[in-house]
């Protein structure tokens, strides 16, 4: 069995103080005209996109601390590291394509701000988990974002792959923010 070590908690609150400061920047002195810019009808605002971003948070967050731990312990021989490391460089991987479900798309009604505010306060939440919460790697749920971006070779995260993921899902949505304004019809 795999536990946490200190090594990973720093790994994670490093990650997660980057992560923090590429949503920062990247969303830094928007107006509200940039924040809600549509490049087309079905695709998301930056606004939406915050928004999307919080409520993946949220459900990472209601995961770890409510699923996790009736979740099946993982099979001997499982290779932590190597998931870890899949998760911090494929899911922030905005080539591998995927469509958010339903149950994950933003209702276009909360402000940026607001969703900025629950992201960050998200990061304190995670890093506090990592820090107090014992037996994170001794359990395992299963994990569409993996399943979807190895193509089915991993389909399980323990505790602390799920505490990754959303911020490695915050680094695939920066890109995402980062083409819309640099693409066609941004505002200025």
Do not use: C
Request: glycine share 6%; charged share 25%.
């Amino acid at each position: 069995m795999t536990t946490l070590i200190a090594n990973d908690v720093e790994q994670a609150r490093r990650y997660f103080a980057q992560t923090r400061a590429r949503v920062a920047e990247a969303t830094a002195g928007l107006t509200d005209t940039q924040l809600r810019f549509k490049p087309a009808p079905d695709r998301w605002s930056i606004a939406e996109i915050l928004e999307h971003m919080a409520i993946v948070h949220g459900r990472v967050l209601q995961r770890i601390m409510e699923q996790l731990p009736q979740g099946a312990a993982p099979e001997p021989g499982r290779d932590s590291q190597l998931l870890d490391a899949l998760v911090l460089e494929k899911i922030p991987d905005r080539s591998i394509r995927a469509n958010a479900p339903a149950f994950i798309h933003p209702t276009g009604k909360v402000a940026a701000a607001e969703s900025l505010e629950r992201i960050f306060a998200d990061y304190e939440r995670l890093i506090h988990l990592l820090e107090s919460t014992p037996g994170l790697r001794e359990h395992i749920l299963d994990s569409p974002p993996l399943h979807v971006v190895t193509q089915g070779a991993y389909t399980t995260m323990d505790g602390y792959q799920w505490a990754l993921t959303a911020a490695a899902h915050d680094q695939r949505h920066v890109r995402q923010i980062e083409e819309l304004k640099a693409g066609p019809g941004y505002p200025a």
